[in-house]
């Protein structure tokens, strides 16, 4: 996963540091680890085959594509939505 | 696209955590102001504890969450990383004295760690955290512990 375009996480313990990848899932947003020298969209159900992001466990993800932009679009919708309802 | 910086020794006082993610659980929060409203995104964060280590060994809980309305807690100014970019839209607390209101199930992390360990997690150009422009839906940064009663240091960039 080194040299791709996905996030990283650092650990500084009393172990040493530990460093790994972390991308963030494509749908809901959660921070995924990984292991060294696994590669995350190698795991079932990996990546959506429509979006082609990388997706986390969470059995939502998995059902539909439903990308996190959509998301942002529907919520800013949503809100506007019952601003105006509440206003009358 | 600006890059913000906040954390939670920018202003007022730090709390010190709890055994749950309670009233002075969340150091930081960034979120949108019905004012300016407008998208943001998270780039990268650092956290770690910010008290001497309890005697016994024990483990500190950080967790991301969304939030939907506001809490009490200081109001800091987001410094921004290059002295062009115009003032940030986006609204920082920090050191909460009563939690904001999460979104049920809407960690986007949660890291158990040693108490003297620290973390830091910089996104990739693909999966930067947003959050909408809608008023109040933000980010929390939060931590609690079953023994550690310190306070805890929540680092965040962002960008909009």
Redesign the interface.
């Known amino acids: 996963m080194r040299g ?11 172990e040493g540091t530990i460093e790994e990848d ?3 899932c ?1 749908h ?4 995924m680890s990984v292991k060294p020298f696994c590669d995350p969209a190698a795991f079932p159900n990996g990546r959506c085959k429509i979006c082609n ?2 997706i986390c466990d969470n059995p939502t993800c998995h059902e539909r594509c439903d990308p ?2 959509k998301k ?1 679009e529907r ?2 919708r949503d ?2 939505l019952l601003e105006s309802m509440q206003s009358g | 696209m600006a890059k913000y910086e906040v954390n939670n020794r920018l202003a007022g006082t730090q709390q010190n955590i709890s055994t749950t993610f309670g009233a002075t659980s969340v150091a930081v929060g960034i979120n949108a102001t019905t004012a300016a409203l407008c ?1 943001g995104r998270l780039v990268e964060f650092a956290f770690g504890a910010d008290g001497a280590p309890n005697a016994s060994d024990t483990q500190i809980v950080y967790d ?1 969450s969304r939030m939907t309305a506001a809490g009490t807690a200081t109001a800091a100014t987001p410094l921004a990383q290059d002295t062009l970019s115009s003032a940030c839209q986006t609204s920082a607390f920090v050191n909460y004295t009563a939690a904001p209101t999460v979104t049920a199930a809407s ?3 949660t890291f158990a ?2 108490q ?20 109040a ?1 933000g980010l929390v940064f939060r931590a609690l512990s079953p023994v550690y009663a310190a306070p805890v240091l929540f680092h965040v960039t962002f960008e909009e």
Request: hydrophobic share 40%; with cysteine.
């Open positions: 791709t375009r996905h996030g990283v996480l650092i650990t500084n313990g009393p972390a991308p963030a494509a809901c947003g959660h921070i992001g990388l996190m932009e942002l919520w800013e809100a506007k | 998208r991301v960690s986007l992390k760690l040693n003297r360990a620290t973390q830091r997690w910089v996104a990739g150009p693909d999966d930067k955290l947003s959050w909408p422009a809608t008023a839906s």
